[in-house]
């Protein structure tokens, strides 16, 4: 039972346009949600987040929306750059803590130039 | 240390084996995580300590796989009776308190392969 799904395995964008990566989730009693960005041989490093009282929260190329009536959040990143290239992981978490998350399967990002 | 450090960076084992991975958080955070990396799938939760003790412990698959902290800093992941299975990307990863609202800082991962 898949509870936060990353339906896109892969995308490819321009240099300069904007990346849309999107994530789907199905457990109501997420309240936290967090967008992490993994390079080959690495772990996988924090981005950023929102909480479920916002529906919007932005950090320079990146802004996070979420949709709670709809279940759903998406990054966008612009411009897009080729060092953005990575897989981008969805996850979520309930009970106002971090402590345990549940990723999404992932979306891989090329960017070219 | 500056981050999360994990070793071995590859550990190639049979089937049957007892296998440990070691993970040094960043000095000072009381937090430590486990979680598991299988191709194709995105990191899974295995077990959360705070300080010592094991404050969550309800990702790990079975009773072959247990997890210590004792003095609050250094974890060790432990694997008995190692499958095929069991083969993955074993992820650690520290934070200052449990509620991190700035997530957690991952370590590189030990690649475990159970051949």
């Known amino acids: 039972d898949q509870q936060v799904k990353q339906n896109s395995p892969s995308l490819s964008v321009q240099e300069g346009r904007i990346s849309i990566l999107n994530c789907d989730y199905t457990?109501?009693?997420?309240?936290?949600f967090l967008w992490y960005k993994k390079y080959p041989a690495e772990g996988p490093t924090f981005l950023i987040s929102?909480?479920?009282?916002?529906d919007k929260n932005e950090d320079g190329r990146f802004t996070v929306f979420l949709n709670k009536s709809a279940k759903h959040l998406s990054l966008h990143i612009v411009p897009s750059q080729p060092g953005d290239s990575a897989v981008y992981f969805c996850?979520?978490?309930?009970?106002?803590?971090?402590?345990?998350?549940?990723f999404g399967t992932g979306t891989l990002l090329a960017v070219q130039p | 240390g500056a981050g999360v450090s994990q070793t071995p960076s590859n550990k190639v084992t049979e089937k049957g084996k007892y296998v440990e991975l070691r993970c040094d958080p960043i000095?000072?955070?009381?937090?430590l995580y486990w979680y598991r990396q299988s191709l194709g799938q995105g990191p899974e939760f295995l077990i959360y300590?705070?300080?010592?003790?094991?404050?969550?412990d309800s990702g790990l698959p079975n009773d072959r796989f247990f997890a210590v902290r004792p003095e609050g800093s250094v974890s060790t992941l432990k694997i008995q009776r190692t499958e095929r299975g069991d083969s993955a990307v074993y992820l650690c990863?520290?934070?200052?308190?449990?509620?991190?609202?700035?997530?957690?800082?991952f370590g590189s991962g030990t690649r475990l392969t159970v051949v």
């Open positions: 990863a520290s934070s200052l308190g449990p509620d991190s609202s700035h997530g957690y800082t």
């Open positions: 457990n109501s009693m997420f309240d936290y």
């Open positions: 996850a979520a978490s309930a009970g106002g803590a971090t402590n345990k998350l549940i």
């Open positions: 000095s000072g955070h009381t937090a």
């Open positions: 300590f705070q300080g010592t003790g094991a404050a969550d």
């Open positions: 929102i909480s479920s009282i916002k």
